[in-house]
């Protein structure tokens, strides 16, 4: 029993042993060849002596048979196909008898060559299948090839490598293709797909290459699209680059131009690259601006002289001057070269359907260029019929656009619509929010977390403020939401209550006349003074009339108070100040006569009261304050 299972084993073995041997195109000479010791050599020699005179006995016909490859399936071709074309060794276990990578020494012996392997009487499909096979295994071999010439020579970690080379497809395909040409040339006649695959590498230049855009913060997704890009033309990725440099590309920002300056940007001259930059140069945009320019719209790069002129004139036309074409390109460059000549027309007209000119949009784009990035479906359209749920007409929007673009710009839904519900929330109608956004476009523009809701809290709890009132001042005076507490608000607050004006005071004060909050105490002090000391007014008067620190003292407040003293004549403030020179000086000479009247009997009533029956509505309307501000 025992002797039938080594039997058996040694046939197998034997019979696996001979169909290596057959793979020779010439099996009747196989029988003069020196067999080299492998693994095994024993069992082997002991069966070759053994057989030896088995095979002198047959038959002449036999032996003189065509050689038919064995039916294999897909597995077992696929796994024999690679391993005739894998470049790495592979381990082998004691007692193997074929080779196991194509680095050995007998690797041709004991291997099936690949026409017999795959038939010259197989099927079309099956050869071409193979063949498709054969060149992917070729390809992972040259990938495992450039993997290794990263890690040996260049000194990358094998996983940076793996990485780099993963994204070579094109230049795998390169690698393959060079190689095989090689084979044309006598001196590369006789050797291996592994050695001129290693000479195509070497001769690029292709890990100094890597290595250097390494150094220069490429990822390797960036690079191995640049190194495809180039087509086999390394040489030229680096003399982009210094390009580049030359005009102040810096960072990752050379690796944005490449990618997105088209396919066609190894391939353009230096001297046409040379002539766009000195062209933007001499309509306004400086060469220190142009890496910026560049780096954030390389798709300049893909243009030809034609259209870059013809996009320049484009904007020149809208009326301007050299100094508003750079700036305008420095702030957005994407406005010169990222958008279709027909989408910038549609918003072009849009932006007229406001009112404004041709002249005024040039002004306007000049100001705030990233008007031209924004969607009219998307952005402008819902933000109008937004304004005009709030009551804003087309010259509030017209003016909101001029004084503050950049609310055209901003989300409708994340930053404008929660202000106006708090607006709402307040106890503001719309028609006045509409005004308060006409009136001062920046207020959409503050934070409503660190900025609004923190003015507001203010009022409320230090500034003495009501909340029946809060939205009447927020309303009267919206500026009020864009001044910082700790500089603007709480200095004045303080301010006031160091006069001896007490918080509830205050705020009835602040209710009457919100700027008060606004005002510089620099220019309040000199005021106050001149009301006490001068006037000697009492701080009552003060509290009443809040308006007397928004008007002038030496072209409003002294004057006035001069001429009452030469005239002998008193106002309140409110009449004193709050109306014209004419009316004011109407009401002295009214004041003098009355005064003159009763000193010599004619006139019983008390000039004063007579002040006193004069409307505040007479008074407010007869004049504006006289605003100071910082």
């Not at 003189?64 to 276990?93: G, I, M, N, Y």
């Not at 086999?232 to 131009?257: C, P, Q, Y």
């Not at 508003?324 to 420095?330: A, Q, R």
Request: charged content about 30%; proline content about 4%; hydrophobic content about 35%.
């Amino acid at each position: 029993m025992l002797l039938h299972c080594n039997a058996s084993c040694c046939t197998s073995t034997f019979s696996l042993v001979s169909s290596s041997l057959r793979r020779h195109d010439h099996p009747e000479d196989s029988q003069d060849t020196v067999i080299r010791r492998r693994h095994n050599a024993r069992s082997l020699s002991l069966f070759t002596r053994h057989n030896q005179n088995l095979k002198q006995n047959k038959n002449l016909n036999e032996s003189q048979e065509t050689f038919v490859p064995p039916r294999h399936d897909d597995d077992d071709r696929s796994k024999l196909l690679e391993l005739s074309l894998v470049t790495r060794r592979t381990p082998q276990f004691p007692g193997s008898i074929y080779a196991q990578s194509a680095s050995d020494p007998d690797i041709a012996s004991s291997l099936p060559s690949l026409r017999k392997f795959l038939g010259s009487d197989g099927e079309g499909e099956s050869e071409r299948e193979m063949i498709a096979k054969a060149l992917e295994i070729r390809r992972k071999v040259t990938k495992e090839i450039i993997k290794e010439s990263l890690v040996r020579k260049g000194r990358f970690g094998i996983t940076y490598a793996t990485n780099v080379t993963d994204r070579l497809g094109e230049f795998v395909d390169h690698v393959m293709i060079e190689a095989a040409a090689l084979k044309r040339m006598p001196e590369f006649s006789e050797t291996r797909f592994n050695i001129r695959a290693r000479t195509v590498i070497e001769d690029s230049n292709f890990v100094p290459l890597v290595r250097w855009l390494k150094y220069h913060e490429f990822s390797y997704n960036r690079i191995g699209k640049i190194i495809c890009m180039s087509k086999g033309n390394l040489d030229s990725i680096r003399i982009m680059i210094e390009w580049l440099k030359t005009i102040h590309v810096k960072g990752e920002f050379i690796g944005v131009a490449f990618l997105r300056s088209g396919d066609n940007i190894l391939q353009r001259s230096r001297e046409e690259l040379d002539e766009i930059v000195e062209y933007l140069e001499s309509n306004g945009v400086r060469r220190d601006w142009m890496g910026y320019v560049v780096g954030r719209c390389p798709e300049l790069l893909s243009f030809s002289m034609e259209e870059v002129k013809t996009r320049v004139d484009f904007f020149m036309k809208m009326g301007m001057n050299q100094n508003d074409f750079g700036t305008m390109v420095f702030d957005y460059p994407k406005i010169l070269g990222f958008f279709s000549f027909e989408e910038m027309e549609k918003k072009i007209s849009y932006l007229k359907e406001f009112g404004l000119s041709t002249e005024d949009v040039g002004r306007l784009l000049a100001f705030k260029p990233h008007l031209m990035g924004c969607s009219i479906e998307e952005r402008w359209k819902p933000l109008v019929k937004y304004f005009y749920y709030l009551g804003i007409s087309k010259q509030g929007m017209k003016r909101i656009l001029v004084v503050k673009p950049i609310l055209y710009c901003i989300d409708l839904e994340k930053t404008i619509a929660p202000k106006v519900r708090f607006f709402q929330d307040m106890g503001i109608p719309n028609e006045a929010i509409g005004n308060m956004l006409v009136k001062f476009p920046s207020l959409l523009t503050n934070s409503l977390y660190k900025k609004i809701r923190p003015v507001v809290i203010f009022l409320l709890t230090r500034a003495g403020v009501s909340q029946k009132d809060i939205g009447k001042v927020i309303a009267m005076d919206p500026a009020l939401l864009g001044c910082s507490i700790g500089t603007k608000l709480e200095p004045n607050m303080r301010y006031y209550v160091s006069l001896g004006i007490r918080i509830h005071q205050l705020g009835e004060m602040i209710a009457d006349f919100p700027m008060l909050l606004r005002y510089n105490v620099d220019i309040l002090r000199p005021k106050y003074s001149y009301l006490r000391r001068t006037m000697i007014r009492p701080l009552q008067d003060l509290i009443e009339f809040p308006r007397f620190f928004s008007y002038s003292l030496e072209r409003r407040i002294i004057p006035r108070h001069t001429t009452m003293v030469e005239n002998r004549v008193n106002f309140k403030l409110r009449y004193m100040l709050a109306c014209t020179d004419g009316e004011f000086e109407r009401r002295v000479r009214d004041k003098v006569e009355r005064r003159e009247r009763f000193e010599a009997g004619l006139d019983s009533e008390d000039s004063q009261l007579l002040d006193d029956t004069i409307s505040d509505e007479e008074v407010a309307s007869s004049d504006s304050p006289e605003v100071e501000e910082d």
